[in-house]
């Protein structure tokens, strides 16, 4: 990709993500299609706890309402203008109340990566 990409709020779409469709939902906004380094996209968290462990390493930006990372026993409570850095292989839990986040994520095809190894 050679050009500037506009992501507009009044477009973007958001689905599913975990196992409660009302309480978390993500908009996809960079994939490989896009970059050949980096993933990003928009999340939000309400009254629920998403258990995963990431196969990449992200950047998490709050942006609005409460966002919590549990981390075994460790929560990281966070508020608008926060930034968390989650190194490859963290076993975690995504967490908040009425939040949304922006998050970075590299590498972009971790999918890809992890079905080869």
């Known amino acids: 990709m050679t050009s500037v990409v506009h992501f507009k709020k009044s477009d973007r779409a958001f689905e599913t993500y975990g196992d409660d469709p009302k309480r978390a939902t993500i908009s996809r906004l960079v994939g490989p299609e896009l970059s050949k380094t980096m993933g990003?996209?928009?999340a939000r968290f309400d009254d629920c706890s998403i258990a995963w462990?990431?196969?990449y390493d992200e950047l998490i930006v709050t942006l609005?309402?409460?966002?919590q990372l549990r981390v075994?026993?460790?929560v990281f409570d966070t508020v608008p203008g926060d930034v968390l850095w989650v190194p490859k292989g963290t076993?975690?839990?995504y967490e908040g109340e009425g939040a949304t986040v922006f998050y970075a994520l590299d590498p972009v095809d971790w999918r890809t990566r992890e079905i080869k190894a």
């Open 91 to 93: 076993a975690l839990a």
């Open 40 to 42: 990003a996209g928009i």
């Open 72 to 74: 075994g026993e460790q």
């Open 53 to 55: 462990t990431v196969l």
């Open 64 to 67: 609005e309402g409460k966002f």
